[in-house]
């Protein structure tokens, strides 16, 4: 019986790897998402800083390399949104970054109003294959923009 070649030994790379060395910012308040989404980057090969708040995110910026994507939760501390958030990174990074949000709030305002602001958005509990899609094609997509 055949079995399916393994993607090193058909030569192709497994799923996830162009992610393999990806900076990643995650901003969320709850420490459990915090943890259990940056393992998951990570077991993509992804560098992973994480924050509770945009302050905290903030003062991540200025130790090594700038994030070439940022993952931020809707609802933030302080009542502010995380498209406010996603401005004020990509201000002090100095270019356009790649950008997911990915909410709890499953409510259809929340809906419209990420859509609205167009940011791409991801319901919690994310599935990691979906994760890992969206992450994917944002970098890719960004990659290719002219500069």
Do not use: N
């Amino acid at each position: 019986v055949a079995t399916p070649a393994s993607p090193a030994a058909s030569g192709r790379p497994p799923p996830g790897a162009e992610l393999t060395g990806l900076p990643v910012l995650l901003l969320d308040d709850d420490k459990l998402v915090q943890a259990a989404v940056g393992d998951l980057l990570r077991s993509w090969g992804c560098r992973v800083q994480a924050a509770a708040s945009l302050p905290e995110a903030e003062a991540l910026l200025g130790q090594g390399e700038a994030p070439r994507a940022l993952l931020v939760d809707w609802r933030l501390p302080g009542g502010l949104d995380g498209g406010l958030a996603f401005e004020r990174l990509r201000a002090r990074i100095g270019r356009s970054v790649p950008a997911l949000i990915v909410t709890g709030d499953t409510t259809a305002e929340c809906r419209r109003e990420v859509e609205s602001r167009g940011y791409p958005l991801l319901c919690k509990p994310a599935q990691p294959a979906k994760l890992r899609s969206m992450l994917r094609h944002l970098v890719a997509r960004r990659a290719s923009a002219p500069q």
